[in-house]
Nanobody
Framework: QVQLVESGGGPVQAGGSLRLSCTASNVVTRPYRMAWFRRAPGKEREGVASIDSDGRKSYTDSANGRFTISQDNAKNTVYLQMNSLKPEDTAMYYC?????????????????WGQGTQVTVSS
């Protein structure tokens, strides 16, 4: 089974940057998609950014212009570069993966999930 391991979270001040990484193991073939979701305290999990194995990308409105999703196909690793962070970006960030074509920002589009990495933005 595909397994996901995230890293890169931590505390940061507002206006700062963080880069999250997620490596997928046991990936057999393409096409596939990967994404970052987040769950803030008291809120539901929401999609932040998605990328597929052909490089198509999509972002939620709140991330567009501040966050950049990218990937290293040779390493089966996806990154989320987060700039101009705001306190409202504080959340547990989860990596997600699924076979399939195209990008999806809904939970139902993914079959495998990582354990999450905490991002805390202080004002």
């Amino acid at each position: 089974q595909v397994q996901l391991v995230e890293s890169g979270g931590g505390p940061v001040q507002a206006g700062g940057s963080l880069r999250l990484s997620c490596t997928a193991s046991n990936v057999v073939t393409r096409p596939y998609r990967m994404a970052w979701f987040r769950r803030a305290p008291g809120k539901e999990r929401e999609g932040v950014a998605s990328i597929d194995s052909d490089g198509r990308k999509s972002y939620t409105d709140s991330a567009n212009g501040r966050f950049t999703i990218s990937q290293d196909n040779a390493k089966n690793t996806v990154y989320l570069q987060m700039n101009s962070l705001k306190p409202e970006d504080t959340a547990m960030y989860y990596c997600a993966w699924s076979y399939g074509v195209g990008t999806i920002l809904s939970i139902g589009g993914y079959s495998r999930w990582g354990q999450g990495t905490q991002v805390t933005v202080s004002s």
